[in-house]
């Protein structure tokens, strides 16, 4: 038999309520659901659901400042050079 681990998380309490009551009401407690997500994740190795920001597309205060940067830049005649297009 396997050595088990214990995980613990910190949750809001209301959502620890309503997963239980979930759990309950398919049958499964909260530690057999949170060792069927393991388990899939390792079986798949990917999170088994989508994880995305709430914005369209994520970009980090850094990531943005440079961008800004950047246009000013273009905006200004900085750091730009004129390309002929080349076709193949």
């Not at 613990?8 to 309490?13: G, L, N, T, V």
């Not at 759990?23 to 989508?50: D, H, M, Q, W, Y």
């Not at 943005?64 to 076709?87: C, F, G, P, T, Y």
Request: with cysteine.
């Amino acid at each position: 038999m396997a050595q088990l681990a214990t995980i613990s998380a910190r949750i809001d309490k209301d959502d620890k309520i309503r997963f239980d009551e979930f759990c309950n009401a398919v049958g499964l407690n909260a530690s057999i659901a949170i060792n069927l997500f393991v388990k899939t994740v390792l079986r798949r190795r990917e999170i088994p659901f989508s994880i995305e920001s709430d914005e369209k597309t994520f970009r980090s205060e850094s990531d943005m400042a440079e961008l800004k940067r950047r246009v000013q830049d273009l905006r200004a005649n900085r750091n730009s050079a004129e390309h002929d297009i080349v076709e193949k």
